[in-house]
């Protein structure tokens, strides 16, 4: 059969698109694309003639009947998504995982990434973390989620969408401690990239100081460096201290 082709593209400036990525999307029979619109922007400016067709979150099981049966034939099909690499808060699931089903070979390509690249800049710990893609838009349950998550002693990161980003810097204030600490990535290689770092209500002040710095796109990272329970022990060491606790006589 033919092979599926993962085709990360750029999270805002263009030329964050790999030689290999070009040439897949060249060579392949179709590109299966959330907008077909959008990455026929991409296309023409890399002068690609390639056909494309949808694939969003509403036709995405039917649509994979469709394109699992053309890669069995043979034909080679990239999936690409508005932004960023497919199926990272994308569309892309469902195909991925009839493909793996049916026997068909499954190719991902190294590329941009909202979630490693606001990371890698932030200067929060990285050896571990938590990706929960968007927080509940409903003013109870984002609380809860920020309550829940955002305490497990590594770096817990969401995206945010830029109508959002003051209510949820607003519930970070309202539902996180005193000591957590938020970074804030935001416009990701474009021209007013910027990176926002401190506790929620200094972050809140920064958004309220110019309606300009609510524009754009956003990744949230939160931290927690004293990530104490009630008895004032950190998670980690408890959780150290029950290993132990197995090994010893
Ligand atoms: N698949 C994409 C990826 O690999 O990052 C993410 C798609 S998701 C629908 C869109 C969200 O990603 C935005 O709301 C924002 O949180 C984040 N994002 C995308 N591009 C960004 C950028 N240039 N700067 C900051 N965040 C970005």
Redesign the pocket.
Known sequence: SGTLYIV?TP??NLSDISSRALDILKEVDLIAAEDTRHTSRLLSHYSIGTSTISMHDHNEAARSNQLTSKLLEGKNIALV?D????L???PGFIFVRDCREKGIPVIALPG????TT?LSASGLPTDKFTFHGFLPVKQQAKAEALKLLTNSGSTTVF???PRRIRDTIAACHENLQEDHEIVL??????TFETYKQGRAEAILEWLDADPVHQK????LMIYCPNNLNSDGASQEALSLLALLAKELP
């Open positions: 990360p999270i805002g998504s932004a960023g690499t497919p990272i808060s994308d941009p990434c909202a979630l606001a995206y945010e969408a990535a935001k416009e990701i290689s474009k754009g796109e956003f990744v």
